[in-house]
C-alpha cells in the first residue's frame, strides 16, 4: 500500500503541511483558506484537479465540528484550542478506524497523511489513514530550495506578482511565499495546467506551482 490569499496573515498561523512550499513560510505567508483571508473557492470545480482514478497523498488535518461533516485541511491552522481551518470534504473518513485524534469543544480533529482520489471539491479517502507522528516518508530536498540553483527575478517583482494573484485564477489555493529567488504558489493539486499559465504569463522558471495532493508513488 502506497501512503506514504490577498490577506496577509501573521506567524500565530502553523502550517500543518509537510510539503516543500513549508519552507517558504519565512516570510510573508498569504493564505487565502483562513479567517481573515480571502476565502478560496473549494466549492468550484478546476482545471488543477485529478481524475477521479488518480490516486494521490498528502498531509493535514482532518477536523470534524458536531453535527458537520468531516474536512480535510491542507492549508494552514490557527493556533487555538480547537484550532480552526477552513478545508475541502473528506469521504470515507471513520474516526473509530483513525487513530491519536483529539476532541474539544464539540470538535474532533487529528493531523494524517492520507491518500485517495481528488475531484476538485472533495477528497475520497481510499486507503487508512496514517498519524503524522507515524508516518515517515522519505525526504527529498526541492532543489529550486538550493542557493546554487537560486532564481533571477528580483524579490520586489514576485512580491508584485504575489499580489496580482487572486483565488479566481488559482482555485483552492493555499500559500504563497517567495524564496531563492522564486515565487512558490501551493494548490491542493495541479495537473500541470496552472504551472503552464503562469509560466507563459510571467516566464518560466519565476512561479512555482506546488501541488499539497500528490502522486501516489
Avoid at 493555499?174 to 491542493?188: A, C, E
Wanted: charged content about 15%; glycine content about 10%.
Amino acid at each position: 500500500m502506497g501512503m506514504s490569499k490577498r490577506s496577509a496573515l501573521t506567524l500565530s498561523l502553523i502550517a500543518v503541511v509537510v510539503v516543500g512550499v513549508a519552507a517558504c513560510s519565512t516570510g510573508t505567508i498569504n493564505d487565502p483558506a483562513l479567517p481573515g483571508g480571502t476565502p478560496s473557492e473549494t466549492s468550484a470545480p478546476h482545471t488543477g484537479s485529478a481524475s477521479d482514478s488518480d490516486e494521490l497523498m498528502g498531509q493535514g488535518m482532518v477536523m470534524q465540528q458536531e453535527g458537520e461533516e468531516p474536512s480535510l485541511c491542507l492549508g494552514a491552522v490557527m493556533e487555538s484550542y480547537p484550532p480552526q481551518c477552513l478545508g475541502s470534504p473528506i469521504v470515507g473518513w471513520d474516526w473509530e478506524a483513525a487513530e491519536q485524534e483529539e476532541s474539544a469543544a464539540g470538535s474532533t480533529w487529528g493531523t494524517y497523511a492520507v491518500q485517495g482520489t481528488w475531484d476538485g471539491t472533495t477528497f475520497t479517502l481510499t486507503q487508512p489513514a496514517i498519524p503524522l507522528s507515524l508516518y515517515d516518508p522519505m525526504y527529498e530536498p526541492d532543489p529550486l530550495l538550493d542557493e546554487a540553483n537560486a532564481g533571477q527575478t528580483p524579490e520586489s517583482e514576485l512580491v508584485r506578482i504575489s499580489d496580482e494573484l487572486v483565488p479566481a485564477d488559482f482555485p483552492n489555493l493555499l500559500s504563497t511565499g517567495v524564496m531563492n529567488g522564486y515565487l512558490f504558489v501551493t494548490v491542493i493539486h495541479d495537473d500541470g495546467s496552472l504551472q503552464e499559465k503562469v509560466d507563459a504569463t510571467y516566464g518560466e522558471g519565476v512561479v512555482v506551482v506546488q501541488s499539497a495532493l500528490t502522486p501516489v508513488g
